[in-house]
Nanobody, 122 residues
């Protein structure tokens, strides 16, 4: 089970840190990531991190601005978001997958959190 938190209303240029708490013993063996979905749009890949933090991947629109990290000892996943823009407004979901074929494909993730709303005002 995944539980996302940390969303809120911020202004353009602000920073926000999302967290995702996972239950279960196998967290460290999963690739985990963040996706987002804005109203009327498809779910979009944001970032993912492989087990042991060996590799990280980012969507083109957030590269250099967002940083994904994990703490396996705590079963947590974080997303540090800097220089937020109004177009970053969306519901953000954390997700987990065991060795997904394509890290950016939401269909490859079996476990999802409930989502946390991020709203960036201009």
């Amino acid at each position: 089970q995944l539980q996302a938190s940390g969303g809120g209303l911020v202004q353009a240029g602000d920073s926000l840190r999302l967290s995702c708490a996972a239950s279960g013993r196998a967290f460290s063996t999963y690739t985990v990531g963040w996706f987002r979905q804005a109203p009327g749009k498809e779910r979009e890949f944001v970032a993912s991190i492989r087990r042991s933090g060996s590799n990280t991947y980012y969507g083109d629109s957030v590269k250099g601005l967002f940083t994904i990290s994990r703490a396996d000892a705590k079963n947590t996943l974080d997303l540090q978001m800097n220089s937020l823009k109004p177009e970053d407004t969306a519901v953000y979901y954390c997700a987990a997958a065991y060795a997904p074929r394509y890290y950016s494909d939401p269909n490859g993730y079996a476990y999802w959190g409930q989502g946390t709303q991020v709203t960036v005002s201009s």
